[in-house]
């Protein structure tokens, strides 16, 4: 069984920083391409970033040159380093893998 457990949300001011770190059980961590969604407040859940097993990311536009994913494999360990964030950036934020999402994690920017 999957799991996802993500953690690093809360609130910071526009400009400011946050990690995000999902933790991932059951799976062959190393061999899975793992993704970054958010959802906010009545929109689509949409992508944000993924990560292959071979480490290639992919970033939707509205982050491109503000976030980064990475990936530990020996912590089976997903992370979005969230930089610059603005008020738009403000949703629930989702690991997924393999059909399997997190709980999410808040993520507030707000002066």
């Known amino acids: 069984q999957v799991q996802l457990v993500e953690s690093g949300g809360g609130l910071v001011q526009p400009g400011g920083s946050l990690r995000l770190s999902c933790a991932a059980s059951?799976?062959?961590?190393?061999?899975?391409?793992m993704g970054w969604y958010r959802q906010a407040p009545g929109k689509q859940r949409e992508l944000v970033a993924t990560?292959?097993?071979?480490?290639?990311?992919d970033y939707t536009d509205a982050v491109k040159g503000r976030f980064t994913i990475s990936r530990d494999n020996a912590k089976n360990t997903v992370y979005l380093q969230m930089d610059n964030l603005k008020p738009e950036d403000t949703a629930v934020y989702y690991c997924?893998?393999?059909?399997?999402w997190g709980q999410g994690t808040q993520v507030t920017v707000s002066s």
């Open positions: 997924y893998t393999l059909r399997s």
């Open positions: 059951g799976i062959l961590f190393r061999f899975n391409p």
């Open positions: 990560i292959s097993s071979t480490g290639t990311v």
